[in-house]
């Protein structure tokens, strides 16, 4: 951070956006005079020394250069390497260390740098047919003149997946012909696992293929296929330019007060470049973008093994009731399932919502198909297993060095989310119906809200109130909430719980073998396997995580106890304050006990206890 004009950096380079240039600033040293950048592979360094400062010349030749480097900046010394007379502020001895690390000297001999008559501006590189070239027409408002520099081919960055977008009649149009045809070759079996993940892998490939061939098509005529289009589009886009401008000049006009202004100043407001600081995870530092997104991943992803978890989940168990759960599925609840929600963004295999609703009409059949003989059977297809993680920086001023202000969103299969948001309805309603989870256990329920619980709680407390006693509430939050979640542990209290063997084999397969890769601004990681936890973003893992955590429920108190998603309260009423506090640390013991045996931890940081009397207290509660 710098807040004065002593402390302000004074070097500052620029590089253009493109997916071809990925660019890390790196940081051997703490100084504002040298600024460290590598892109695709080379190492730029951008320099300035003000007249004879030694910190920052010091700093440069200490530094070990690698290969494929140029250093270039106002070095603000003299040689007769590159201006012929006496050398002066160190100029030997930045000779001499571009000699011992065999670095070429770029600068023409005897062409000036600024207006004076001085080389100054110097570059030196120890890539091969690099040039450099005194631009003294590009005038700036500096006194120095502009060095250009071209350098021998650059390797561009691996392009990353890019999202397809399919949206005009026409394109609509022909994607449906492209997936029409691929259609033919959807395969028909479907009774085993591999035949399943067969069929899943074709029905995503068949979207995303024909998505991916039309963007390719697109891309080798970006402006139509003769003349005339593209004298027409030229044209349109010109129209169209005109007519924005327009818009926005009545727009402004229009204005007749200062929040208009204010908000036409949020419209120009952009948010531009941004360039996160290093992070910091313990004691390391983390600079490129990719070493970065790696330890996202294990800080956010990893954060849990399955050390704790249970090696057999299929021991004998004497379920307290016998849960009906047909594996026959309709084509109109699968439709709703999979068509009836937002666009959302698609994950790695690039299918939105709107693009199944193009072809639903070709490929409807066969993910009825999919999704029975899953559910059938108890299998999660691999390819709806695979998510994209995009970490986004939590709003507010943040350290942004820390793990804990990145937020990560996973984007999964739409299609795959179509099948778990299929079952999620359907264990919702069992659960409520079959009375598995508590009656004050809300979040991912129908017909269950947090207005009811809140209501349900006033209730009891006024109840304690007209009994002339006193009531204490505890709050407590589940910590990590979906990562907690460890397979064998979700299995075996499914199978308590009386859920039928075919379904719980799907929960099974469903938290088995998943990986994700993590998408942190220019860079996507490999994928890696996740050893634990519900996936973030399924429309599954709420009411698995509600039916994971439901024992909690039932212990000590079970009338006193409310729940909203991961996080849980319990109320204890006593004739004094002392005697409720009493019960709900009893209440608490238990609990802790319960999650030790579980490998569930509650977060000490946002455990709050309230008491509620109608009597002032005049000692506080032991």
């Known amino acids: 951070m710098w807040n004065s004009n002593d402390t302000r950096p004074r070097v500052m380079t620029y590089v253009r956006r493109d997916p071809r240039l990925l660019a890390d600033q790196i940081r051997p040293f703490q100084t504002r005079d040298v600024l460290w950048l590598t892109i695709n592979g080379m190492t730029v360094v951008n320099f300035y020394r003000q007249n004879d400062e030694k910190d920052a010349l010091n700093t440069l030749l200490r530094w070990p250069v690698p290969e494929r480097c140029l250093v270039a900046g106002d070095f603000?010394?003299?040689?007769?390497?590159?201006?012929?007379?006496?050398?002066?502020?160190?100029?030997?001895?930045?000779?001499?260390?571009?000699?011992?690390?065999?670095?070429?000297?770029?600068?023409?001999?005897?062409?000036?740098?600024?207006?004076?008559?001085?080389?100054?501006?110097?570059?030196?590189?120890?890539?091969?047919l690099a040039k450099a070239t005194v631009e003294d027409h590009l005038a700036t408002s500096s006194d120095h003149f502009t060095l250009s520099l071209t350098l021998p081919y650059v390797r561009p960055a691996p392009l990353q997946p890019g999202k397809v977008r399919v949206t005009t009649e026409d394109e609509l149009k022909r994607f449906?012909?492209?997936?029409?045809?691929?259609?033919?070759?959807?395969?028909?079996?479907?009774?085993?696992?591999?035949?399943?993940?067969?069929?899943?892998?074709?029905?995503t490939e068949e979207c995303a293929g024909a998505a991916a061939a039309f963007r390719a098509i697109r891309r080798i005529y970006p402006r139509g296929f003769n003349q005339d289009v593209q004298m027409a589009k030229r044209g349109l886009h010109r129209m169209v330019r005109r007519a924005k401008r327009q818009y926005w000049r009545n727009l402004i006009d229009s204005f007749s007060s200062s929040g208009a202004v204010y908000k036409a100043v949020r419209w120009l407001k952009s948010p531009g470049p941004f360039q996160p600081p290093p992070l910091q995870v313990d004691d390391i530092v983390y600079e490129t973008q990719m070493d970065k997104a790696n330890a996202l991943r294990r800080a956010t992803l990893e954060r849990r093994t399955s050390d704790e978890d249970i090696v057999n989940p299929w021991t004998s168990v004497c379920p307290p009731r016998s849960i009906q759960f047909s594996p026959e599925i309709s084509l109109d609840e699968v439709?709703?399932?999979?068509?009836?929600?937002?666009?959302?963004?698609?994950?790695?295999?690039?299918?939105?919502?709107?693009?199944?609703?193009?072809?639903?009409?070709?490929?409807?059949?066969?993910?009825?198909?999919?999704?029975?003989?899953?559910?059938?059977?108890?299998?999660?297809?691999?390819?709806?297993?695979?998510?994209?993680?995009?970490?986004?920086?939590?709003?507010?001023?943040?350290?942004?060095?820390?793990?804990?202000?990145?937020?990560?969103?996973?984007?999964?299969?739409?299609?795959?989310?179509?099948?778990?948001?299929?079952?999620?309805?359907?264990?919702?309603?069992?659960?409520?119906?079959?009375?598995?989870?508590?009656?004050?256990?809300?979040?991912?329920?129908?017909?269950?809200?947090?207005?009811?619980?809140?209501?349900?709680?006033?209730?009891?407390?006024?109840?304690?109130?007209?009994?002339?006693?006193?009531?204490?509430?505890?709050?407590?939050?589940?910590?990590?909430?979906?990562?907690?979640?460890?397979?064998?542990?979700?299995?075996?209290?499914?199978?308590?719980?009386?859920w039928p063997d075919h379904l719980v084999r799907w929960a099974e397969s469903f938290m088995g073998d998943r990986s994700a890769r993590v998408r942190y601004q220019d860079t996507i990681t490999p994928f890696t396997p996740l050893q634990c936890g519900l996936p973030q973003g399924s429309p599954v893992s709420p009411i698995l995580f509600l039916l994971y955590t439901e024992p909690i429920y039932q212990l000590c108190n079970p009338q006193g106890h409310f729940g909203y998603a991961d996080d849980t309260a319990i109320l204890s009423i006593g004739d004094t304050v002392d005697e409720a506090t009493a019960a709900a640390s009893g209440s608490i013991d238990e609990m802790v006990r319960w999650s030790a045996a579980n490998g569930v931890s509650f977060d000490p940081k946002t455990t709050e206890v309230m008491h509620f009397s109608r009597s002032k207290l005049r000692t506080a509660p032991a």
């Open 76 to 128: 603000n010394a003299r040689h007769r390497s590159w201006q012929t007379g006496q050398a002066t502020n160190r100029g030997q001895e930045i000779a001499g260390w571009a000699s011992d690390n065999d670095l070429d000297l770029l600068n023409t001999l005897d062409v000036p740098t600024n207006p004076h008559g001085n080389t100054i501006d110097l570059a030196f590189t120890n890539m091969p």
């Open 176 to 203: 449906v012909e492209i997936v029409e045809f691929g259609a033919t070759e959807v395969p028909q079996a479907d009774s085993t696992p591999a035949e399943l993940d067969e069929l899943a892998f074709a029905l």
């Open 335 to 498: 439709q709703y399932a999979t068509l009836n929600t937002g666009n959302t963004s698609p994950g790695s295999d690039n299918i939105t919502v709107d693009l199944l609703k193009t072809v639903w009409h070709i490929v409807g059949t066969h993910v009825r198909r999919l999704f029975e003989g899953c559910l059938s059977i108890g299998h999660h297809p691999k390819p709806f297993k695979e998510a994209e993680v995009v970490m986004i920086a939590k709003p507010g001023r943040r350290d942004l060095t820390s793990p804990r202000a990145w937020r990560p969103i996973p984007l999964l299969s739409c299609l795959g989310k179509g099948l778990e948001r299929l079952i999620a309805r359907r264990l919702a309603w069992a659960a409520v119906h079959y009375n598995v989870l508590h009656p004050q256990q809300t979040g991912a329920l129908p017909k269950r809200s947090a207005t009811d619980l809140v209501t349900a709680l006033i209730h009891d407390i006024e109840l304690a109130f007209a009994h002339k006693k006193v009531a204490t509430l505890v709050t407590m939050d589940i910590q990590g909430a979906f990562d907690t979640v460890m397979r064998n542990r979700l299995v075996l209290r499914l199978r308590k719980q009386g």
